[in-house]
Each structure stands twice: as C-alpha cells, then as structure tokens.
C-alpha cells in the first residue's frame, strides 16, 4: 500500500509516493540502522560544529533566522498536522574549504500525510528531496526516517538503497512553525533543515486520492 504525494498544475507538477512500512506502529529503534543511529545520537555536536562554522562570516543572519537555527527550541506537541507545507532548506556548517558555512535555499512545497498511526513526509519539489515516515520519539521531537529520490522517481524506502537513507528529528520551533533537521550522510554540509509553515489551505496542492 502507498501514500500518494501530490500533483497541480501549473508550474507545480510533483509527483511523489512512500511506501507504507508493513509495521508503522513499531519504535524507530527498531527500524534504524547502526550508522544512521550514530549519526543521529551525534546530532548536538553537529549542532554545535556547524554554528561555530558559520558564526565568523554570517553571524548577522544567523540572529535574523532566529529560532531555526536554535538547536534549543524544541516546543511540546511535535507532531505536524496533515497537509501541504513550504519548505525553506538552509544548509549549515561547510564540509569543504570553498564552500560556505550557511546556505539559504528558495521556499519549495512538502506534504505530510497520514495513515492510520503513521505519518509520511514528502519534499515535493526542488533538487533534493527526501520522503519517508516520522516516528514519535519524545515530548519535544520526532524521528524521520526515509530516503531521497533520485531524478523524478519515488524515494525509495528508508534502508533500501545504499547511501539514499535520509535521517533526522522534527521540532515544532513555534506556533504553526516546525523544522525538520536532517544529518546528511553525504558531503553538502554538516547539517540540513528544513524551514516548515503550513500552507493556506486555498493555496495547497491536491492530493492524490
């Protein structure tokens, strides 16, 4: 069984689907594999390499992104509500000495969607786009396990491809705000996040029945 992503018209034509786990319900332990796992436990150090990296040259904008880039804020109540969100990546903390320590990327549309007791993530548009399913973890985050798509195909399923797996924690950062941080396997950065606002409801994109 899949969750369907959506699609629109217009410029906006995404075409996204995450394969239901057979187990949605089980604990994110369960589920994640042993780099992903050390990746994830070393996540306020990345925190904290990556704000140290960028304080020198981009210290001004850093204060005007406020609380997300606080690794602090972490409010109550993480869970996001079903529907279409824009999404603003920023990418922190350099990983190779021509490029900078903080990266802002234009706004793109992400859908949350839901099914029983699980609830999928899907980056709809833009170069990078990472899908997959969110796990209750705490009081003040969630833990996102997927995988990136490739091209204009699906994500694969989190595990299934080696090197795609995309792994991280949701945080509500404020009211009707949440950021999705994710800790890249790969070379673009020490960290990814992703900046989350819902969308007007008369400015979502339909979703696929």
Same mark, same amino acid.
């Given at each position: 069984?899949?969750?369907? =992503?959506?699609? !629109?018209? =217009? ?25 992903? !796992? ?18 020198? /040259?981009f210290a001004a904008t850093l204060a005007r992104e406020g609380a997300l880039l606080d690794p602090?804020?972490?409010? /109550? ?16 903390? !350099?990983? =190779?000495?021509? %490029? ?39 009081g003040a985050r969630m833990v996102f396990l997927g995988a990136f798509a490739a091209g204009s195909?699906? !994500? ?17 950062? =404020? ?14 950065? %020490? ?19």
């Amino acid at each position: 069984m899949t969750i369907g =992503g959506c699609v !629109a018209t =217009g410029r906006h034509r995404p075409i996204a689907a995450v394969e239901v786990p057979d187990d949605p319900g089980r604990a994110w332990k369960e589920r994640i594999d042993t780099e992903d !796992a050390a990746r994830l436990d070393a996540l306020p150090a990345r925190w904290a390499t990556a704000l140290a990296a960028a304080r020198p /040259r981009f210290a001004a904008t850093l204060a005007r992104e406020g609380a997300l880039l606080d690794p602090a804020r972490a409010l /109550r109540y993480p869970a996001l509500p079903p529907g279409s969100y824009r999404c603003r990546a920023v990418k922190l903390g !350099a990983s =190779g000495p021509h %490029q900078p320590a903080w990266r802002s990327f234009p706004p793109a549309f992400c859908f949350v969607g839901s099914e029983g007791d699980a609830q999928s993530f899907t980056k709809q548009t833009g170069t990078e786009r990472p899908a997959g399913w969110l796990y209750p973890d705490s009081g003040a985050r969630m833990v996102f396990l997927g995988a990136f798509a490739a091209g204009s195909a699906s !994500a694969p399923v989190y595990g299934a491809a080696h090197g795609r797996n995309a792994v991280g924690v949701v945080e509500r950062i =404020g009211h009707f705000h949440w950021r999705l941080t994710l800790v890249p396997a790969e070379g673009s950065a %020490q960290l990814t996040i992703y900046d989350l606002s819902p969308v007007p409801v008369e400015g979502q994109l339909p979703e696929i029945e």
